[in-house]
């Protein structure tokens, strides 16, 4: 079964400065997809960015990007120029290519932005 | 404004009770789903649907029970036979059913607390 690994669950960063969160996967598929998801305190899950496996190139959406390295089953997400609005809860996913409605979500990573 | 809404936002059940969730949307989404979240953790998917009338199990699905009479809506009723309800409870929808949808588009949850 793919399971999904947030191995930081809080961090901190100035704002203005750039900060990575981790995540990592175990699959034997070799095309899936990976989200990125954000959580303010309102609780509402907003998507931030997604990759797709068979892309080689990284993701990116404005101040977020994305470190993708299939090899070693690793997935970052890199906020650039944080802001206090960044300030959530990061959920990293997996979704297989088969079952598209399977959705697995990492413990989530707890993102305090300091002003 | 499209989106998904969901209501109550809190709630509160005796224990033995049923109750119910609701979700509803205004996007023309085909697929909806049903995840709980609990502290520290995830998001662990509890029913899906990908059409009218039809909806699949997830990964924790005892104890709960789901229709789909109309594309809209999808509620959920978490029954007395659900030994741990209390939790953060978070529906979503995404486009396409039987084919690549592009993600999953979440509701702002509803929080039940079993007294």
């Known amino acids: 079964a793919q399971t999904v690994t947030q191995s930081q669950p809080e961090m901190s960063v100035q704002e203005a400065e750039t900060v990575t969160l981790s995540c990592t996967y175990d699959?034997?598929?070799?095309?899936?997809?990976l989200f990125w998801y954000k959580q303010p305190p309102s609780r509402q899950m907003i998507l931030v960015i997604r990759?797709?496996?068979?892309?080689?190139q990284n993701a990116t959406e404005n101040r977020f990007s994305v470190n993708f390295q299939k090899a070693a089953k690793s997935f970052s997400l890199k906020i650039s120029d944080s802001q206090l609005g960044d300030a959530a809860m990061y959920f990293c996913a997996y979704r297989t290519s088969w079952n598209f409605n399977k959705f697995y979500f990492g413990s989530g990573t707890k993102l305090n932005v300091k002003p | 404004d499209g989106g998904i809404t969901q209501s109550p936002k809190y709630l509160f059940r005796k224990e033995g009770q049923n109750v119910t969730l609701s979700c509803e949307q205004n996007l023309n989404h085909d697929a909806m789903y049903w995840y709980r979240q609990d502290p520290g953790q995830g998001l662990r998917l509890i029913y899906y649907s990908q059409i009218v009338n039809d909806f699949q199990k997830g990964d924790i699905a005892e104890g709960y029970s789901v229709s789909r009479e109309k594309k809209e809506s999808f509620p959920l009723t978490v029954t007395s036979a659900q030994k741990n309800p209390t939790a953060f409870y978070l529906c979503?929808?995404?486009?396409?059913?039987?084919?690549?949808?592009?993600?999953?588009?979440f509701g702002p949850g509803t929080r039940l607390t079993v007294l």
């Open positions: 979503a929808s995404s486009p396409q059913a039987g084919g690549l949808p592009d993600t999953q588009y």
């Open positions: 990759q797709e496996a068979y892309k080689q």
């Open positions: 699959t034997s598929e070799s095309d899936y997809y």
